[in-house]
């Protein structure tokens, strides 16, 4: 059974940094696109950040750009998130997805295969 699991959310001031998680068991992951999303209430869930299987392509939204990076380690068949310079409107809950296959980074919900639960992260003023 693939899972995805997310982990690092938490309460953090304006300004602050997170990292997230999102652990990947039941398939290696290694060759497909990984991505994170995040939807804050009553909204849709929006893309935040996404990268290819090589780790060498990376797209973000640009609400997150030169705040926000995504990474991999392909043995740990991990993905990260790094938030660095929160904002209340950064406070939503994030998940990460993967996309089978290899390929340049994908940043609609409706390619994406697999979903983690979300993990909240909320951003205090």
């Known amino acids: 059974q693939v899972q995805l699991v997310e982990s690092g959310g938490g309460l953090v001031q304006a300004g602050g940094s997170l990292r997230l998680s999102c652990a990947a068991s039941g398939r290696t992951f290694s060759r497909d696109r990984m991505g994170w999303f995040r939807q804050a209430p009553g909204k849709e869930r929006e893309f935040v950040a996404a990268?290819?299987?090589?780790?060498?392509?990376?797209r973000y939204a640009d609400s997150v750009k030169g705040r926000f990076t995504i990474s991999r380690d392909n043995a740990k068949n991990t993905v990260y998130l790094q938030m660095n310079s929160l904002k209340p409107e950064d406070t939503a809950v994030y998940y990460c997805?993967?996309?089978?296959?290899?390929?340049?980074?994908?940043?609609?919900?409706?390619?994406?295969?697999?979903w983690g639960q979300g993990t909240q992260v909320t951003v205090s003023s």
């Open positions: 990268q290819s299987w090589t780790g060498g392509s990376t």
């Open positions: 997805a993967a996309h089978m296959g290899s390929g340049v980074p994908v940043t609609t919900t409706r390619e994406y295969d697999y």
